[in-house]
């Protein structure tokens, strides 16, 4: 009763959409059976990872699932992983996450980074809200600039409780180059060592709309 009482309460905020077909898992997608994967994992918009021990990256779900649909992804205490996407050991040939548009992560103090790499131009295209809760392991910046880059329709950023310095990190963008403009909402909470939001000259136009 506990863990589901978990799960409703964190599932109940910070949402833009409900979904209607939901997938709970405490495991990996490549250990669920090939008939579940084509009959309900490729369909699915929504998957909640509870606790998920042998979760290594992200990456490697959406190959072996095929999540070419989803649009909510929330994960919480998945102590394996140190970075949730790493195109450095696992490198995609195509966009990913195209069609998600929120990413929840809580309660995760083994994550450092949330991407390792470069993503394909078009991948986290349409994400709008991002939210990162509760992960003590994060001490630089949840949106380093790898990935800064790629949520162009990000609307609502929420960073609660976690040990970071910044919020966003720069280097690596191009002179000139805009991101998001489209964000509107950020929530700041409890980040006892944050010392500036951006590190570095801000962009003005990305806080046009906030």
């Given at each position: 009763d506990l863990f589901y009482r978990s799960v409703n309460v964190q599932l109940?905020?910070?949402?833009?959409?409900?979904?209607s077909r939901a997938l709970l898992l405490d495991t990996?997608?490549?250990?669920l059976p090939d008939w579940f994967n084509s009959t309900v994992t490729e369909r699915v918009e929504k998957i909640i990872y509870m606790e998920a021990r042998s979760l290594t990256d992200i990456l490697v779900e959406y190959g072996h699932g095929k999540l070419h649909g989803l649009k909510f992804l929330h994960l919480q205490e998945c102590r394996e992983m140190v970075t949730l996407?790493?195109?450095?050991?696992?490198?995609?040939?195509?966009?990913?996450?195209?069609?998600?548009?929120?990413?929840?992560?809580?309660?995760?103090?083994?994550?450092?980074?949330l991407c390792v790499g470069e993503l394909l131009q078009g991948s986290l295209g349409n994400l709008k809200l991002l939210e990162v809760e509760q992960c003590e392991g994060v001490a630089d910046a949840p949106v380093p600039s790898n990935l800064l880059q790629r949520p162009q329709n990000l609307e609502v950023l929420i960073v609660c409780a976690t040990g970071m310095v910044y919020i966003f990190k720069s280097q690596g963008l191009e002179q000139g180059e805009t991101v998001l403009t489209k964000l509107r909402e950020m929530k700041l909470e409890n980040l006892p060592e944050l010392?500036?939001?951006?590190?570095?000259?801000?962009?003005?136009?990305?806080?046009?709309?906030l």
């Open positions: 109940s905020k910070n949402t833009i959409t409900p979904y990996t997608i490549n250990k996407m790493n195109t450095v050991t696992r490198v995609p040939n195509k966009p990913v996450l195209k069609s998600l548009e929120e990413l929840h992560v809580f309660y995760w103090d083994r994550l450092q980074q010392t500036n939001i951006w590190n570095g000259p801000a962009q003005p136009a990305m806080f046009h709309n």
